[in-house]
C-alpha cells in the first residue's frame, strides 16, 4: 500500500493545478499552508470520574471568498496533517460550486464508539469553548463530518449561545430543524452526489434502471446515498462499513440494511448477502461505485482492480493521484469529491442563510435550489475537463483553486 497521507495528496494536487493555470508562485505558497492553525487540549471529566485529555484541532485554511466553513470529526486516527488536507479540499470545494465561503476543518482525537453521550456533549462544549474566539456566523461555521451528527452541532449552538449570551443558531449547520436546522441537511450530501451521478449516466448513457451499484460506508453519506440511488432504481449489490461488507448480486433494500445495522452495530451478516471485505467491496464489478467512508481508498495498488463505469466520490479523499490516472486511462468517470459531495456544504449555505433571514424554506425549495447548484457546477466542471482534455479531477481543481487565486489578486495584500 503507498504511503501517502491526504496532505501530501492535497500539496500534489494543488502542485499539478498551479502548473495548470501558470499559478504565480507566491500564491501556490500561500495557498500550500492554512491561514491558521489552532490545537487546543481538550479535558473533561469522565464519567468514572477520571480526567480524560484529548487532543483537538481547527484549522483555517483561507478566506478570501467569505468566512470559514467546514465539519467538525471526531476520529481516532485523526491528525492535523489529515485536518488540514480536508481544509483545503473545503476551500476548492466552496469555490466550485460558488458559495462565499473559505474552507476550515476541526476535529478531536477520541474514539466516539467507546464513549457516552454526556462524555460526547462535554467534550463538544469543552472543544468549542477553547476555539470560541475564532468561530462565529461571520468567522469560521462548523457542520457535522464523520462520527458527528445533528445532536454535536445542537451542542455547538448552544454553546456559542450561552457564550455570547443570546441565541446564534447562523453559528453552525447542520443542526435539527427544531433549533433552526435547514430542511433537506441530512440527505444533501448524498442527494447532490446523486444528481451529480444522474448527469454522469446521461453523458455516458447508462440506464440508470437496474445500474448496479457498490457503497463503501454506511455512515450519513453512503447509507442516504444507497437509499437515493435505490429510490432511482439502482440495485445495491454491495454495502459496507468498519466492520466489513455485504455482498448480494440480486440487491439489497437499504432501509432494511440500515435497520439491521442499527440492530447489530454493522452491516454485516446480513440475511442472504455474502460477507466480504472493504477491499473486495472496492473490486465488485458494478456500474457505480460510490466510496462514502474514508480518505486513501483506492490507491496505486488496487485501481487497476477496480470495474466501475462510474466512481462518485462520498467520501474525501478517497483516491490517491497515482490511482486517479490509472482510472482515467481505464476510462471509468470519476467525479471527484470536492464537486460529488459538495451538496452538503450547499445546504448548509442555504441553512445558513435562512438562519441570518429569519426564514425558514421548505423541503423541496431546497432541493430544487441544491439540484441548480450542483447540475451547474457539474456542467462547469465538465464544460472544463473537455477543453483542458483531462478527467473531471484536475478541471475541479482548476475551476476552485482558480476562483480562490482570482479572490486574492483582487483583494491585494494588506500589510
Ligand atoms: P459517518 O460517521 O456518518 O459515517 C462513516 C461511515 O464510514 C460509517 O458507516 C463507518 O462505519 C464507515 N467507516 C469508517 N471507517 C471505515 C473503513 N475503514 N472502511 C469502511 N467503512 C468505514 O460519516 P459521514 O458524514 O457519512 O462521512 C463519510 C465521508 O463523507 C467522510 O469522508 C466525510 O468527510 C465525507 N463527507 C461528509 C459530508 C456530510 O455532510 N456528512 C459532506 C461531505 C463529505
Given at each position: 500500500?503507498?504511503?501517502?497521507?491526504?496532505?501530501?495528496?492535497?500539496?500534489?494536487?494543488?502542485?499539478?493545478?498551479?502548473?495548470?493555470?501558470?499559478?504565480?508562485?507566491?500564491?501556490?505558497?500561500?495557498?500550500?499552508?492554512?491561514?491558521?492553525?489552532?490545537?487546543?487540549?481538550?479535558?473533561?471529566?469522565?464519567?468514572?470520574?477520571?480526567?480524560?485529555?484529548?487532543?483537538?484541532?481547527?484549522?483555517?485554511?483561507?478566506?478570501?471568498?467569505?468566512?470559514?466553513?467546514?465539519?467538525?470529526?471526531?476520529?481516532?486516527?485523526?491528525?492535523?496533517?489529515?485536518?488540514?488536507?480536508?481544509?483545503?479540499?473545503?476551500?476548492?470545494?466552496?469555490?466550485?460550486?460558488?458559495?462565499?465561503?473559505?474552507?476550515?476543518?476541526?476535529?478531536?482525537?477520541?474514539?466516539?464508539?467507546?464513549?457516552?453521550?454526556?462524555?460526547?456533549e462535554r467534550l463538544t462544549r469543552r472543544y468549542v469553548?477553547?476555539?470560541?474566539?475564532?468561530?462565529?456566523?461571520?468567522?469560521?461555521?462548523?457542520?457535522?463530518?464523520?462520527?458527528?451528527?445533528?445532536?454535536?452541532?445542537?451542542?455547538?449552538?448552544?454553546?456559542?449561545?450561552?457564550?455570547?449570551?443570546?441565541?446564534?443558531?447562523?453559528?453552525?449547520?447542520?443542526?435539527?430543524?427544531?433549533?433552526?436546522?435547514?430542511?433537506?441537511?441530512?440527505?444533501?450530501?448524498?442527494?447532490?452526489?446523486?444528481?451529480?451521478?444522474?448527469?454522469?449516466?446521461?453523458?455516458?448513457?447508462?440506464?440508470?434502471?437496474?445500474?448496479?451499484?457498490?457503497?463503501?460506508?454506511?455512515?450519513?453519506?453512503?447509507?442516504?446515498?444507497?437509499?437515493?440511488?435505490?429510490?432511482?432504481?439502482?440495485?445495491?449489490?454491495?454495502?459496507?462499513?468498519?466492520?466489513?461488507?455485504?455482498?448480494?448480486?440480486?440487491?439489497?433494500?437499504?432501509?432494511?440494511?440500515?435497520?439491521?445495522?442499527?440492530?447489530?452495530?454493522?452491516?454485516?451478516?446480513?440475511?442472504?448477502?455474502?460477507?466480504?471485505?472493504?477491499?473486495?467491496?472496492?473490486?465488485?464489478?458494478?456500474?457505480?461505485l460510490i466510496p462514502a467512508a474514508l480518505q486513501n481508498?483506492?490507491?496505486?495498488?488496487?485501481?487497476?482492480?477496480?470495474?466501475?463505469?462510474?466512481?462518485?466520490?462520498?467520501?474525501?479523499?478517497?483516491?490517491?493521484?497515482?490511482?486517479?490516472?490509472?482510472?482515467?486511462?481505464?476510462?471509468?468517470?470519476?467525479?471527484?469529491?470536492?464537486?460529488?459531495?459538495?451538496?452538503?456544504?450547499?445546504?448548509?449555505?442555504?441553512?445558513?442563510?435562512?438562519?441570518?433571514?429569519?426564514?425558514?424554506?421548505?423541503?423541496?425549495?431546497?432541493?430544487?435550489?441544491?439540484?441548480?447548484?450542483?447540475?451547474?457546477?457539474?456542467?462547469?466542471?465538465?464544460?472544463?475537463?473537455?477543453?483542458?482534455?483531462?478527467?473531471?479531477?484536475?478541471?475541479?481543481?482548476?475551476?476552485?483553486?482558480?476562483?480562490?487565486?482570482?479572490?486574492?489578486?483582487?483583494?491585494?495584500?494588506?500589510?
Amino acid at each position: 500500500m503507498t504511503n501517502q497521507t491526504a496532505l501530501t495528496i492535497a500539496l500534489e494536487q494543488l502542485k499539478l493545478t498551479a502548473e495548470k493555470l501558470e499559478l504565480d508562485s507566491g500564491i501556490h505558497e500561500m495557498l500550500k499552508k492554512p491561514k491558521r492553525t489552532l490545537i487546543v487540549s481538550v479535558t473533561i471529566k469522565m464519567d468514572d470520574c477520571s480526567i480524560g485529555v484529548f487532543e483537538g484541532c481547527r484549522v483555517q485554511h483561507w478566506d478570501v471568498r467569505g468566512p470559514f466553513k467546514g465539519g467538525i470529526r471526531y476520529h481516532p486516527d485523526l491528525t492535523i496533517d489529515d485536518i488540514t488536507a480536508l481544509a483545503k479540499w473545503m476551500t476548492w470545494k466552496c469555490a466550485i460550486v460558488d458559495l462565499p465561503y473559505g474552507g476550515a476543518k476541526g476535529g478531536i482525537c477520541c474514539n466516539p464508539k467507546n464513549m457516552s453521550q454526556g462524555e460526547l456533549e462535554r467534550l463538544t462544549r469543552r472543544y468549542v469553548s477553547l476555539i470560541f474566539d475564532y468561530l462565529g456566523p461571520h468567522r469560521d461555521v462548523p457542520a457535522p463530518d464523520v462520527y458527528t451528527n445533528e445532536q454535536t452541532m445542537a451542542w455547538v449552538m448552544d454553546t456559542y449561545s450561552q457564550l455570547k449570551g443570546f441565541s446564534v443558531p447562523e453559528s453552525v449547520t447542520g443542526k435539527p430543524v427544531a433549533v433552526g436546522g435547514s430542511e433537506g441537511r441530512v440527505c444533501a450530501t448524498a442527494l447532490g452526489l446523486a444528481f451529480c451521478v444522474r448527469e454522469a449516466a446521461k453523458l455516458l448513457k447508462l440506464n440508470l434502471k437496474n445500474a448496479k451499484v457498490a457503497v463503501q460506508g454506511y455512515g450519513n453519506v453512503g447509507y442516504n446515498a444507497a437509499s437515493i440511488m435505490h429510490s432511482l432504481g439502482c440495485k445495491i449489490i454491495a454495502v459496507s462499513d468498519s466492520a466489513g461488507g455485504i455482498y448480494c448480486p440480486d440487491g439489497i433494500n437499504p432501509a432494511e440494511v440500515n435497520a439491521h445495522k442499527k440492530k447489530t452495530g454493522s452491516v454485516i451478516n446480513y440475511k442472504n448477502c455474502v460477507n466480504i471485505t472493504n477491499e473486495e467491496l472496492l473490486e465488485t464489478e458494478c456500474d457505480i461505485l460510490i466510496p462514502a467512508a474514508l480518505q486513501n481508498q483506492i490507491r496505486k495498488d488496487n485501481a487497476d482492480k477496480i470495474r466501475a463505469k462510474i466512481v462518485a466520490e462520498g467520501a474525501n479523499g478517497p483516491t490517491t493521484p497515482e490511482a486517479d490516472k490509472v482510472l482515467y486511462e481505464k476510462g471509468i468517470c470519476l467525479i471527484p469529491d470536492i464537486l460529488a459531495n459538495s451538496g452538503g456544504v450547499t445546504v448548509s449555505y442555504f441553512e445558513w442563510v435562512q438562519n441570518l433571514t429569519r426564514e425558514h424554506w421548505t423541503l423541496a425549495e431546497v432541493n430544487e435550489k441544491l439540484e441548480s447548484k450542483i447540475t451547474k457546477a457539474f456542467y462547469d466542471v465538465q464544460k472544463l475537463s473537455r477543453k483542458e482534455e483531462s478527467d473531471m479531477r484536475t478541471a475541479a481543481l482548476m475551476l476552485g483553486v482558480g476562483r480562490v487565486a482570482q479572490a486574492i489578486r483582487t483583494l491585494g495584500l494588506w500589510q
